[in-house]
């Protein structure tokens, strides 16, 4: 803490210090006001500590930055779209982040502004632009904020500090969002599991939602901290030898509760990419795809319905030939595009239009299930060319520097937009902030040169 850090805390305590003392001659009554002075004294340290850059509040700010981007404390209708206390948290979060960014730009708006990120920048400003063809304006200006306060903190953050800490104080927010989603899926069931309709009846199921809202997002969370212990397990494990087993326990625990199998099969294939796709591990490869085939072998000749069953949640063949009613969507969204097709409807703002053609998909949804067809559905072929001119710009990066962790960023983003819209939705979600880190994670350079995560290159 600096000089002025100390300042600023002996200020701060004098005056708690007074109004303490006047509230006890003045009113005795109100002593118990004085139980929220502490934690308003905290508060007010911590900020001015963000706005000049302390290492600890910083670190602090991404840690409930990262905690709040998707947690949720009450149930929402599917279509409620209001603005209430919950929301106006994240745009505050989001707000702060932004805030402290720009104050701080100089430190790293030069590192942004390559040609290697001038897509991304570019993309940025057009998800900005789409509000002039937006149904909603203002839910789509403040949904392209929050994927852009994403980046420039990201940014930020990396030019403050060496990616395993950033690493570290997200997977630790990341742990406590599970630990704490499991606490209350056994002790509030219908708020921390997966709640759906049928037949206009209310069913709650077994799978884990806590409080991220859906079991898709909790399993997706739990995912992205998975990666990243398996990235830098060996750098973790010198931190503290239990770090690595209790994370991978709660987070692992949680990803299979949410029953989810997209985001579990997506650790598997980047932790296996990342270890094994080398020239100098390819025996390894070709045996663990040999043992599948084997497999598969000998399980399907024995009965077609164990792979119903693996695969699909309801065992019946119809769910894995509409792959879960998606085709449905995909074939609508499709007919959307061709009527704007550059400028789309504008960014987020899926969840007005698709609503309306509930009748022609058979139900409702808000978002396109894939990643492709949501950035063209709202941001027209002038946002999607973007997107892929700054996947493109940064798979060179990475390629250029054998950054792998840029490669698992990417691929975490590319393999959920499969089936999902991935980081572009609505406000900013834990895939927006993989694509942030894959966009601003800096390159190996002479600070990192000696860093064990930086010396793994690609064979």
């Not at 600023?8 to 109100?30: H, K, N």
């Not at 043992?291 to 949640?313: E, N, Y």
């Not at 902030?433 to 390159?443: E, G, K, M, Q």
Request: proline letters at 3%.
């Amino acid at each position: 803490m600096g000089a002025a850090d100390r300042q600023a805390a002996f200020a701060i305590a004098g005056v708690f210090a007074a109004v303490m003392a006047s509230i006890v001659i003045v009113d005795p009554g109100s002593l118990p006001v004085l139980i929220a002075l502490p934690a308003m004294t905290l508060m007010a340290i911590l900020v001015w500590g963000i706005l000049r850059g302390n290492r600890l509040s910083t670190l602090m700010h991404l840690f409930v930055a990262v905690f709040l981007m998707q947690a949720v404390f009450r149930i929402r209708g599917y279509q409620d779209k209001d603005v209430d206390f919950q929301v106006i948290l994240k745009i505050a979060v989001w707000a702060t982040v932004a805030g402290v960014a720009a104050l701080h730009a100089r430190r790293w708006l030069e590192s942004m502004l390559t040609p290697f990120n001038l897509p991304c920048v570019l993309f940025l400003l057009w998800l900005f632009a789409t509000a002039l063809v937006s149904p909603n304006p203002v839910y789509t200006l403040v949904s392209a904020f929050t994927v852009f306060a994403c980046v420039i903190f990201c940014a930020y953050i990396f030019s403050m500090f060496e990616p395993l800490e950033v690493f570290t104080t997200i997977v630790l927010a990341i742990v406590a969002f599970c630990f704490i989603s499991i606490i209350v899926y056994f002790a509030i069931p219908e708020f921390g599991r997966y709640v759906y309709w049928l037949n206009e009846e209310k069913f709650v199921s077994g799978r884990l939602a806590g409080i991220a809202g859906s079991a898709n997002n909790m399993a997706l969370i739990a995912a992205f901290a998975l990666v990243v212990i398996g990235l830098y397990a060996r750098e973790f494990h010198r931190m503290h030898w239990s770090f690595v087993p209790v994370a991978t326990i709660i987070c692992g625990a949680a990803l299979v509760m949410t029953n989810s199998r997209t985001p579990l099969a997506m650790v598997f294939v980047i932790l296996f990419m990342t270890y094994a796709l080398t020239w100098g591990r390819l025996h390894i490869a070709l045996l663990l795809v040999s043992i599948g085939l084997v497999a598969a072998s000998i399980l399907l000749p024995v009965s077609d319905q164990i792979l119903l069953k693996v695969v699909s949640r309801s065992g019946g063949a119809d769910e894995l030939t509409s792959l879960t009613g998606r085709t449905e969507i995909w074939y609508t969204v499709l007919k959307l595009i061709e009527q704007r097709p550059w400028t789309g409807f504008g960014y987020a703002s899926s969840v007005f239009v698709l609503p309306e053609y509930a009748n022609s998909i058979g139900f409702a949804t808000s978002h396109a299930h894939n990643l492709a067809l949501q950035l063209l559905l709202t941001t027209g072929w002038t946002g999607f060319i973007l997107f892929m001119l700054t996947i493109a710009g940064v798979g060179a990066r990475a390629i250029l520097h054998g950054n792998r962790v840029m490669f698992a960023m990417l691929a975490f983003v590319l393999l959920n937009g499969v089936t999902e819209s991935s980081g572009f939705t609505t406000l900013a979600n834990i895939c927006t902030l993989a694509f942030a880190i894959a966009v601003t994670l800096p390159s190996m350079g002479v600070q990192y040169a000696n860093h064990p995560a930086y010396q793994r290159r690609f064979s």
